[in-house]
C-alpha cells in the first residue's frame, strides 16, 4: 500500500511503503531519525504513517539502542516503587524523554501513582502525636484537593526528626531534612497528596480520639517535658479548655493515664502544660517501652527519658 504525502516546503510528494517501512523500522531496528533521512523528510513525516500504519513504536535509549521496557515492570518501578522517570532513564540509560513515552504509552499516568500513596498504620500514628506536637497540615494547593505534611524540630531534636522523617520519606522529593540556611531549625515537607488531605480538617478531639500508644509517644517527645522530682507535662496552650478536659478522659480511657491543668497565665484563662503526676510516670515509661517507638525514643531523645 502506497501512501501520498506533500510535504509543505519543498511541494514534493513522499511516498512510503507499509511493507519497507516496517522492514526499516522494525527488522533494521533504524530510528524514524534515521528512516526520515532515507526519505528525506521530517520525523514527524515518518511518525504519523508509523500511526497509520499501526506500526508499535520503539524507543531508543543513548547511542540509539532500542529500550523495550514491558508493562509489569515500569509499572513496578514507576507506580509501585515510587522511582521518578529521571532515576528510571539513568538506570536505562536513555533519555527521561523516553520514559515518558513509554508511561504514555501505556496509559500509565502522574495521577495513578498519586493515588497509591497510603499510611501504614504507624505512619498514621506518627502523624496523629505531630499534629499534637511540633507538625501540621498545611492548607490545600490551588490546582488540587492536596494538602502536605509538615515536621519541624531545633537542632537539640534533629536525631529524632530524622528518624521521624525516614518514616515519611517516601513523601517527599528529597532525601534528608532541611534547615533552610538556619542552623538551630530543621524540618521537612512532604509532597501535597491526597492522603494527608484526610487529616487536614480533623479537630483537636477528632485527633485525640485517635491517640494510641505510638501517637501518645509521638506527643510526649515533641511537646513533654520531665521535671526534676520527675513528673511529666505536655504543652497545650492551644488548646481550649474543653478540648483539654476531653484529652484527660480519652488519655484515662485509653492508657489508664491520670492528668491534670496547669494555667500559664490564669487570670487570662491561657493553659499551659498538661501535668501527670510521678505517679504516672512509671506508666508513661511504660507506655514508650512498649510502643513501635521505643528504640527512636531512646535513642534519639534520651533526655526526656531519665531512668527513675
Known amino acids: 500500500m502506497l501512501i501520498r504525502e506533500r510535504n509543505n516546503t519543498v511541494r514534493k510528494v513522499i511516498e512510503i511503503d507499509e511493507n519497507v517501512l516496517r522492514d526499516l523500522y522494525i527488522n533494521q531496528n533504524l530510528s524514524c531519525t534515521s528512516v526520515s533521512k532515507i526519505y528525506n523528510c521530517d520525523p514527524t513525516t515518518i511518525h ?43 538506570n536505562y540509560n536513555c533519555e527521561r524523554s523516553t520514559i515518558y513515552e513509554i508511561l504514555k504509552k501505556y496509559n500509565i499516568t502522574e495521577q495513578d501513582k498519586v493515588n497509591t500513596y497510603k499510611l501504614n498504620k504507624l505512619q498514621h500514628d506518627i502523624l496523629i502525636g505531630s499534629i499534637l506536637g511540633d507538625g501540621h497540615i498545611s492548607k490545600v494547593d490551588n490546582d488540587h484537593n492536596y494538602s502536605s505534611f509538615t515536621v519541624g524540630h531545633t537542632i537539640k531534636q534533629v536525631e529524632y526528626l ?21 542552623m538551630y531549625f530543621y524540618h521537612f515537607t512532604t509532597r501535597y497528596l491526597p492522603v494527608f488531605t484526610d487529616y487536614k480538617d480533623i479537630s483537636i478531639k477528632e485527633t485525640v480520639d ?8 509521638v506527643w510526649l517527645l515533641d511537646d513533654g517535658h520531665l521535671n526534676k522530682s520527675k513528673a511529666y507535662s505536655i504543652g497545650i ?6 478540648e483539654i478536659n ?3 478522659k480519652i488519655l484515662k480511657e485509653k492508657l489508664d493515664l491520670n492528668s ?5 497565665n490564669k487570670e487570662m484563662g491561657i493553659l499551659g502544660k498538661l501535668h501527670f503526676p510521678v505517679t504516672e510516670t512509671m506508666k508513661i515509661f511504660n507506655i514508650i517501652n512498649n510502643s513501635n517507638l521505643n528504640i527512636i525514643a531512646n535513642k534519639t531523645m534520651s533526655y526526656k527519658l531519665k531512668t527513675i
Do not use: W
Open 237 to 242: 496552650k492551644r488548646f481550649t479548655l474543653d
Open 210 to 217: 485517635k491517640i494510641n500508644d505510638n501517637s501518645f509517644v
Open 162 to 182: 530524622k528518624a521521624k522523617f525516614e518514616y515519611f520519606k517516601e513523601f517527599c522529593n528529597y532525601n534528608e531534612v532541611k534547615n533552610d540556611k538556619n
Open 260 to 264: 491534670m491543668y496547669h494555667y500559664r
Open 48 to 90: 504519523n504513517r508509523l500511526k497509520q500504519f499501526n506500526i508499535p513504536r520503539k524507543y531508543f535509549g543513548g547511542k540509539g539502542k532500542r529500550i523495550n521496557i514491558p508493562y509489569d515492570i515500569i509499572y513496578d518501578l514507576y507506580i509501585i516503587k515510587k522511582i521518578s522517570p529521571d532515576i528510571i532513564a539513568k
Open 246 to 248: 476531653y484529652t484527660r
